[in-house]
């Protein structure tokens, strides 16, 4: 079954270190997106690559780093600068014209200690 | 950014009851989403709407889009306990295709 796979589920972290979160696809889609979420709040966009080897800044960018090598592809890297890291990070993708929405993944809680 | 401005920002209900949300915005929109978050888990697409006036099912969900392409509703038939988790609508703003903005959420909490 196609799908977007998050690695890993749970993360943490010494504060001062980066960490990266996978998200995989095979869906064949176009665009990826990374999405942070706090406790009860709503999704706020990090960064978004609608096409290999280009991306876009969301907005909360600041202290955070993607790369897009490959289609199925597009991991995120949780830097030092990034002063309040704790959170919930989800991953999404979309067909070209995003009728039909995102699909998105289970997510990566991720804890700074 | 836009935002999608939705109400109520959280509901308390019993078991067996209707439940309505709703989800506005000040710009036109040419597709509305509902989507269902349960708890530590990503958001699930639960109905879309690309027409406005369309009315769309999806079991005991009921969704709208608005006339005025501003609005979307969704109703929820005789809650059971499973309903639970936060509730987004989204959409594509018009003229914008490279992203979708989210709502600010309903949290659903059912009683039983």
């Known amino acids: 079954d196609g799908g977007i796979t998050q690695s890993p589920k749970y993360l943490f972290r010494k504060e001062g270190q980066n960490v990266t979160l996978s998200c995989e696809q095979n869906?064949?889609?176009?665009?990826m997106y990374w999405y942070r979420q706090d406790p009860g709040q709503g999704l706020r966009l990090i960064y978004y690559?609608?096409?290999?080897?280009?991306?876009q800044k969301g907005d909360i960018a600041e202290g955070y780093s993607v790369s897009r090598e490959k289609k199925e592809s597009f991991p995120l890297t949780v830097t030092s600068a990034q002063k309040n890291p704790t959170a919930f990070y989800l991953c999404?993708?979309?067909?070209?014209?995003?009728?039909?929405?995102?699909?998105f993944g289970s997510g990566t809680r991720l804890t700074v200690v | 950014g836009q935002q999608l401005n939705q109400s109520p920002q959280s509901m308390f209900i019993q078991e067996g009851e209707d439940v309505s949300m709703n989800c506005t915005s000040s710009?036109?929109?040419?597709?509305w989403l509902w989507y269902k978050q349960e708890p530590g888990e990503g958001p699930v697409l639960l109905i879309a709407?690309?027409?406005?006036?369309e009315l769309t099912s999806n079991g005991r969900l009921t969704a709208q889009f608005g006339i005025t392409r501003k609005d979307s509703f969704l109703n929820i038939s005789a809650s059971i306990p499973s309903d639970v988790g936060i509730y987004f609508c989204?959409?594509?703003?018009?003229?914008?295709?490279?992203?979708?903005?989210f709502g600010t959420g309903t949290k659903l909490q059912v009683i039983p």
């Open positions: 999404a993708s979309s067909m070209k014209g995003l009728s039909y929405g995102y699909t």
């Open positions: 869906l064949n889609h176009d665009a």
């Open positions: 690559s609608q096409i290999v080897n280009d991306f």
């Open positions: 710009s036109i929109f040419n597709t």
């Open positions: 709407l690309y027409k406005a006036g």
């Open positions: 989204a959409g594509p703003p018009s003229g914008g295709y490279q992203k979708v903005t």
